[in-house]
């Protein structure tokens, strides 16, 4: 198993912690109980971290530098809208701190030379519904003294802000630092392995360590960021900057010259970041390139897992959703497109440039057409759309039809009113009543002619099975089927001409 010195140092941080706890109670790590455990895990809720200033941020005479000019703790960042670490210790570190004494004391169990009780036991296992048949019934929730961590989102760069923090940079080996992490998505750690045979520029190429697995593998770049570590490399070896295959690619820019490491990458991103005023790292560089290689289209996820390196695909998959910045783009998208149309004046929509229709109320209707489901014609020719004053029509038994009302609704509804030499009886049509095709789908048959999307053979099948020669005609006795009919005016024509109001 590959560590690089940055885990290796978060796992010393967290035992030397541990062991100053004990120490201060007098107990010895092979003696120590679950109660110290408990009052361990307690106390790293409740304590401040202890600080510890830099010797860049010392006076002359020992005393600590004011930290009036720096952020204050666990207040957002304004670029980056990140709270800056607290006071307390955070929940991730309490939970990573759990984790590595648990597996620590796991060890010693197993190898016989610690207590014969691990202090951090796992949690209680408790039965639960399957979810699969597959699963087993019980689950396993991790330590028992472990605390919830609140999921968070990956938070990644901005085009713009990136632009920003590329802009500010001073040299070119810290340009082709940033082309490559935020184009091939590798660990911070992971690209400080490359060696000078490493990257490939013809190829767009670049080899470095997985963490982790200690596998070598060749990551696809920008091209970008190998005319920066062109122009680096230049500038580096006229300097003076050992030069071999098998040397480091990435070196410090003063004598003596040493390979660059984590915490000097570190350093430099700061330097940027008191420019900007902004509190980035060097993982959100992961991030942002995670991000883009995820919601590329034309790129599998599996692709993506591939570069990132990650074992399972469910890790890949946090960076699908869309994120702060691009939720926040869309909604303000919305209100605009919302103020916009209410803005807008009101129209009459497309195709409603027709006579006007009665209302109940007896007046012209100059509005948009209703469904046809609305309208409904009763045996006796009159409507049956308005109940008590409501609709568009008069109501039944209020009197005749309107002309308009009857052509519109004969000329688009097919009606089969019981009585008549052609009429079918109840056995063929239920109720004897009435047979015909109602609603949203018949509207388009005003402008595009109902012989041209409804023969009359089809319209006969449509209607539950009724052969043509049984269909009566919509306009008397005699009269053409419509499938007969080729244009809607012929329609209107022999519709006035039934009802006498032509």
Not at 171 to 187: E, H, I, M, P, Q
Not at 240 to 252: D, I, Y
Not at 293 to 309: E, F, I, K, N
Request: net charge positive; glycine share 10%; aromatic share 8%.
């Amino acid at each position: 198993m590959f560590a690089v010195a940055t885990t290796v140092r978060s796992y010393g941080m967290d035992l030397l912690r541990w062991w100053r706890f004990l120490s201060s109670w007098g107990v010895a790590w092979d003696r120590a109980t679950r109660v110290e455990a408990r009052d361990f895990t307690r106390w790293m809720q409740i304590a401040p971290k202890p600080t510890r200033v830099h010797w860049r941020h010392r006076v002359p005479d020992g005393a600590a530098r004011s930290r009036e000019s720096r952020p204050l703790a666990g207040v957002p960042n304004p670029v980056t809208g990140r709270a800056g670490p607290g006071l307390l210790y955070s929940a991730s570190t309490q939970a990573h701190s759990e984790t590595v004494l648990r597996s620590f004391y796991a060890f010693h169990l197993e190898e016989g030379t610690g207590p014969i009780l691990n202090p951090f036991p796992t949690a209680r296992e408790r039965r639960r519904r399957p979810v699969a048949a597959s699963r087993s019934t019980r689950q396993s929730a991790g330590g028992r003294y472990r605390p919830s961590v609140p999921r968070r989102l990956p938070r990644r760069m901005p085009d713009g802000r990136f632009n920003e923090l590329f802009a500010a940079l001073r040299y070119n080996r810290d340009r082709a630092l940033l082309a490559f992490w935020v184009s091939n998505g590798a660990r911070a750690s992971e690209l400080l392995t490359s060696r000078q045979r490493d990257p490939l520029p013809g190829e767009q190429l670049l080899g470095v360590v997985r963490k982790g697995t200690g596998a070598f593998q060749q990551l696809p770049s920008s091209p970008d960021a190998f005319v920066w570590l062109r122009l680096y490399q230049e500038e580096s070896w006229r300097a003076g900057v050992p030069r071999g295959a098998g040397m480091a690619l990435w070196w410090t820019l003063r004598r003596p010259f040493r390979p660059l490491t984590y915490h000097a990458a570190r350093a430099m991103l700061n330097r940027a970041n008191a420019l900007l005023g902004a509190n980035w790292t060097l993982h959100d560089l992961r991030h942002t390139a995670a991000y883009r290689m995820a919601r590329d289209p034309m790129l599998a996820l599996t692709d993506v897992q591939w570069v990132l390196g990650h074992a399972h695909l469910t890790t890949t998959q946090i960076y699908v959703p869309a994120g702060r910045d691009e939720v926040v783009e869309a909604v303000r998208a919305h209100h605009e497109r919302q103020a916009h149309q209410a803005r807008m004046p009101l129209s009459r929509p497309p195709g409603t440039g027709r006579r006007p229709s009665m209302t109940c109320s007896g007046e012209a209707d100059e509005g948009p057409r209703p469904g046809y489901d609305q309208f409904r014609a009763s045996p006796d020719g009159r409507a049956a759309a308005c109940p008590a004053g409501r609709g568009r029509h008069a109501a039944a038994g209020s009197g005749p039809v309107p002309g308009s009302v009857r052509r519109d609704a004969m000329a688009h509804d097919v009606l089969v009113r019981g009585g008549g030499d052609r009429t079918p009886g109840p056995a063929a049509v239920p109720g004897g009543e009435e047979v015909r095709t109602v609603g949203p789908q018949n509207r388009s048959t005003r402008d595009h002619g109902l012989a041209g999307r409804f023969p009359g053979r089809e319209l006969a099948g449509a209607m539950g099975g009724i052969s043509s020669s049984r269909v009566s005609s919509p306009l008397g006795p005699g009269g053409p089927h419509l499938g007969e009919l080729s244009r809607p005016s012929e329609v209107a024509d022999r519709a006035d001409r039934a009802v006498g109001t032509g």
